[in-house]
């Protein structure tokens, strides 16, 4: 193992779980864009610098029906792997497209969630909550229909909710104040919002904040002109980390890049080399730096933070 992979794996063991990557997605097949053997599938070697970097856990998330399959197929293969089950707000159309009707799409995904909660791979409900930058995919009435049944849904199989908020936080806070008082368990992953929005989502003492590359851009974001400043004023009890892998890496111009100290070997992914992490994909092995990133900005040690993110994650997902 490198020095420097050696040094994130003694420090991110502290960390434990990636509560958040997207390993169902081709990328992980070699397919880009639609365009399939760019490379060899390589999931193997992603998870292999995933254990390498001292990880034990990771939860595959899930954006319908078919990927709460997969995604719970995958979890059976390895005891470090989890999983989540429902529906993302931009496939919600999906649900009522179905040809065997939304009902049956519903009590099939309902049937994947049992099923796996039975086995200890299914730790979450979602991906579900509201997307105003994407409405191409799914108009909001739409999401918002489906959004309400997921919090019924994780309320009959009583698990915590991976929950994805994006241009939606007025629409998003009503609809979580309509839940049952203390009924809501769960994470706000690739949080970007305000800190006002981020007190009112912890207002529920049973809610965290995930953060990852794209909660930590500063300047680049549309709406949040200093959401690393958000990232360091959150309570460190309510913290949890993620890299949403493929999706939100870290990059140079980021402004949480320059508190980061580890780097993966990287390669184009028409130069690919099974040991070498792909330019621009995001995977696990990275969370340590995200961890970095995140102490970073909050001026403290990474074991520290590690820590506590490992307790957040325990009470979460992992206390049964």
């Not at 769960?186 to 794209?214: M, Q, R, W």
Request: net charge neutral.
């Amino acid at each position: 193992m490198p020095p420097a992979q050696k040094l994130a794996a003694n420090l991110i063991g502290m960390l434990d779980a990636d509560i958040g990557a997207n390993l169902t997605d081709p990328m992980f097949l070699g397919s880009y864009h639609g365009k399939t053997g760019v490379h060899p599938p390589d999931l193997d070697r992603v998870l292999q610098r995933a254990w390498s970097a001292g990880l034990t856990r990771i939860v595959i998330t899930a954006t319908n029906l078919e990927e709460s399959r997969v995604a719970l197929a995958l979890a059976r293969t390895d005891a470090r792997l989890y999983c989540t089950a429902g529906v993302h707000p931009t496939r919600c159309g999906e649900i009522e497209a179905a040809p065997e009707g939304a009902a049956a799409y519903w009590e099939a995904l309902r049937g994947v969630l049992e099923e796996g909660k039975r086995e200890g791979k299914t730790v979450a409900v979602g991906e579900c909550g509201l997307d105003g930058d994407r409405l191409q995919f799914c108009d909001m009435v739409t999401q918002q229909r489906w959004f309400e049944a997921h919090f019924r849904l994780a309320a009959e199989v009583q698990l915590p909710m991976f929950l994805h908020l994006r241009a939606a936080a007025p629409a998003f806070l009503d609809t979580l104040a309509r839940q049952p008082a203390g009924a809501l368990r769960g994470v706000v992953h690739s949080f970007d919002g305000t800190l006002e929005e981020a007190h009112k989502v912890l207002s529920y003492p049973g809610l965290f904040i995930g953060l990852n590359g794209c909660s930590l851009k500063t300047g680049k974001c549309l709406r949040l002109a200093e959401n690393v400043a958000v990232a360091a004023a959150l309570p460190l009890d309510r913290i949890l980390l993620e890299t949403d892998a493929p999706w939100c890496e870290i990059r140079p111009s980021h402004a949480a890049h320059v508190h980061v100290q580890t780097r993966l070997q990287v390669r184009d992914k028409k130069k690919w080399d099974p040991d070498a992490a792909i330019k621009s994909r995001n995977e696990p092995a990275n969370l340590r730096q995200v961890l970095e990133a995140v102490a970073g900005a909050r001026g403290m040690e990474a074991g520290a933070l590690a820590a506590q993110v490992h307790a957040n994650a325990l009470a979460l997902f992992f206390s049964g």
